[in-house]
Nanobody, 120 residues
Framework: QVQLVESGGGLVQPGESLRLSCVAS????????MAWYRQAPGKERELVAS???????NYAEFVEGRFTISRITGGNTVDLQLNSLTSEDTAVYYC??????????????WGQGTQVTVSS
């Protein structure tokens, strides 16, 4: 199995920044992609940003250049830098990893989530 541990959430004021980090461990043969999702109260979980092992990056429209997803090539850690936060960014942020655990078997794995609260 693959385990994901997120860190870095917290309470900040509008306009401030946070950096989220997610570490994947366990029986990982190779990682296909790493991503961050978020879920606000009463809303569905939505993609924030993703990065494939090949380096392709995708951001949700609402990011508007404020967030940056990063991963050291070949590493099992994915970070999400959150800048210019607004109250609309308040949500639980989840790390997601698509990985092969054997040369044939792959799955989608989720972290437990980390709370980001933006409030004055």
């Amino acid at each position: 199995q693959v385990q994901l541990v997120e860190s870095g959430g917290g309470l900040v004021q509008p306009g401030e920044s946070l950096r989220l980090s997610c570490v994947a461990s366990g029986y990982i043969f190779s990682i296909v992609a790493m991503a961050w999702y978020r879920q606000a109260p009463g809303k569905e979980r939505e993609l924030v940003a993703s990065r494939t092992s090949g380096g392709s990056v995708n951001y949700a429209e609402f990011v508007e250049g404020r967030f940056t997803i990063s991963r050291i090539t070949g590493g099992n850690t994915v970070d999400l830098q959150l800048n210019s936060l607004t109250s609309e960014d308040t949500a639980v942020y989840y790390c997601n990893v698509r990985a092969y655990t054997t040369p044939r078997d792959w799955g989608d794995y989720w972290g437990q989530g980390t709370q980001v609260t933006v409030s004055s």
